[in-house]
């Protein structure tokens, strides 16, 4: 099974790159997972619970990342077993490109193979079931990150402009006030 898209996620590439690393952001993010344990920078560990038409299961697998560029781009591989159900393996090229300071794209492309039970079903149910899990984990991801985004906003370059919009705003009421007494020596003038 292939499976290829890009996402834009409303935060910074930082924010999403911290994101797709942190077990806690993944467990809430990833459909049926009921737990990922971090063993190292690189590794994983989880028990996701997956339903395609009438088969569901319990994985337990490894997830491993490779290839690091932070926080640009990786290869996620891994190898799940589901007992009778079947096993899932593969991997995916996942790249972050910064789009604006709290905008980024995120495109990736998998590779992965099923066996078993699941494989029975046919790859049209099989694709179908993948595209909508990709669907559920990018808009759960987007929602998590982007509340935490606000953090990694005040730490980026879009901090250092929102002074100056402050500023930007006092100056017009500088010039106000100076407008109001401008009137009179008009008036003066003209007399």
Known sequence: MKLTGSETIPASRAAVWKGLNSPNVLKQCIP?????TQDSPTNMKAKVVVKIGPVKASFTGVVTLSELNPPESYRISGKGQGGLAGFASGGARVKLTELGPSETRLDY???AQIGGKM????SRLVDSTAKSYA???FTKFA????????????EGPAAKKAPAQKTATKKPAVKKAAAKRAP????????
């Open 143 to 154: 929602s998590v990150i982007e509340k935490e985004a606000p953090v990694a906003r005040a």
């Open 109 to 111: 492309d998998v590779d």
């Open 184 to 191: 009179p020596k008009t008036k003066s003038r003209k007399s």
């Open 32 to 36: 049926g997972c009921e737990s990922i």
């Open 119 to 122: 494989a029975m079903l046919g």
């Open 135 to 137: 669907t559920q984990f």
